[in-house]
Antibody
Framework: EVQLVESGGGLVQPGGSLRLSCAAS????????MHWVRQTPGKGLVWVSQ????????TYADSVKGRFTISRDNAKNTLYLQMNSLRAEDTAVYYC????????????????WGQGTMVTVSS | QSVLTQPPSASGTPGQRVTISCSGN????????VYWYQQFPGAAPKLLIY???LRPSGVPDRFSGSKSGTSASLAISGLRSEDEADYYC???????????FGPGTKVTVL
């Protein structure tokens, strides 16, 4: 089955750290750019970070730059998000998603999403 | 606060046509493709429209997208009760060097 499954969410104190994982299955993970998108309960979607297919290029939203690190292990078909110096405003459901391939070429559409993992930053 | 603008809500009766707008500027919607996502409460978003007006396999042709200048639109024709959801536009922003989403529009079927 083609799917993305996030894990690693939970309750963490302000200033703390957490690492999210996203396990991919059913497709050739190493050929896709991957992303993290978050959503505060009851609010809209916010793009967090992206990584290219071989892990050599990463980009971050200004709100997380310097605190979050995206990475991937193509041998393990897994995407990661290391989150440090967490703040209350980082509380959200975190989704991993991938860029669509159209005739083998990357397109900016997020065509597959995981179910999300909840991160709560609170004392 | 999003750099894209969407109306917070839209509504219609079954069978009607509803249109949702997504407005940006020259660094985002004006120079890049626009994408649309549908999200039901408690569920992950689903791709509805890509590259301004293309539908992924399985998306009903009641959903259509268009773009002109810095504005894009999603139209739902023949509105059904199961279309009641949140709809988000998205694109790349050249100035921010990142993806951006609109704030979302909640569609209600009266």
């Amino acid at each position: 089955e083609v799917q993305l499954v996030e894990s690693g969410g939970g309750l963490v104190q302000p200033g703390g750290s957490l690492r999210l994982s996203c396990a991919a299955s059913g497709f050739t993970f190493s050929t896709y750019w991957m992303h993290w998108v978050r959503q505060t309960p009851g609010k809209g979607l916010v793009w967090v970070s992206q990584i290219n297919s071989d892990g050599s290029i990463t980009t971050y939203a200004d709100s997380v730059k310097g605190r979050f690190t995206i990475s991937r292990d193509n041998a393990k078909n897994t995407l990661y998000l290391q989150m440090n110096s967490l703040r209350a405003e980082d509380t959200a459901v975190y989704y991993c998603t991938r860029d669509q391939l159209v005739r083998g070429l990357r397109d900016d559409a997020f065509d597959m999403w995981g179910q999300g993992t909840m991160v709560t930053v609170s004392s | 606060q999003s750099v894209l603008t969407q109306p917070p809500s839209a509504s219609g009766t079954p069978g009607q046509r509803v249109t949702i707008s997504c407005s940006g500027n020259s660094s985002n919607t004006g120079s890049n493709y626009v994408y649309w996502y549908q999200q039901f409460p408690g569920a992950a978003p689903k791709l509805l429209i890509y590259r301004n007006n293309l539908r992924p396999s399985g998306v009903p042709d009641r959903f259509s997208g268009s773009k002109s200048g810095t504005s894009a639109s999603l139209a739902i024709s023949g509105l059904r009760s199961e279309d009641e959801a949140d709809y988000y536009c998205a694109t790349w922003d050249d100035s921010l060097s990142g993806r951006v989403f609109g704030p979302g529009t909640k569609v209600t079927v009266l």
